[in-house]
Nanobody
Framework: QVQLVESGGGLVQPGGSLRLSCAAS????????MAWFRQAPGKEREFVAG????????RYADSVKGRFTISRANAKNTVYLQMNSLKPEDTAVYYC???????????????????WGQGTQVTVSS
């Protein structure tokens, strides 16, 4: 069984930065896409950022482009989300997801991902 564990969430002031981490344990393919989703109270879960197995294929939601950066460790079993210039509207529970693939593609749909973490709370407030 594959397990994803997020960490790095917390309370931060507007304009501040956080780095989220997602570590995968158990059996995992050497070619897979990983992504971050978020869900705020009363809203649907939405795609934030994703990265394919080539590390050159990345996708970002328009709301975070230019502020957030997704990256992977050399071992390919850990993904990071560097969040800069945080805004109050970024407040949400952030989820890590994994999509095992043989093609270099980042999917946007929730149903495309095979494994999910428990989520980590990010709160942006003064």
């Amino acid at each position: 069984q594959v397990q994803l564990v997020e960490s790095g969430g917390g309370l931060v002031q507007p304009g501040g930065s956080l780095r989220l981490s997602c570590a995968a344990s158990g059996s995992i393919f050497n070619r897979y896409a990983m992504a971050w989703f978020r869900q705020a109270p009363g809203k649907e879960r939405e795609f934030v950022a994703g990265i394919g197995w080539s590390d050159s294929s990345t996708r970002y939601a328009d709301s975070v482009k230019g502020r957030f950066t997704i990256s992977r460790a050399n071992a390919k079993n850990t993904v990071y989300l560097q969040m800069n210039s945080l805004k109050p509207e970024d407040t949400a529970v952030y989820y890590c997801a994994a999509d095992f693939r043989i093609n270099d593609y980042v999917a946007l749909g929730i149903d495309e991902y095979d494994y999910w973490g428990q989520g980590t709370q990010v709160t942006v407030s003064s």
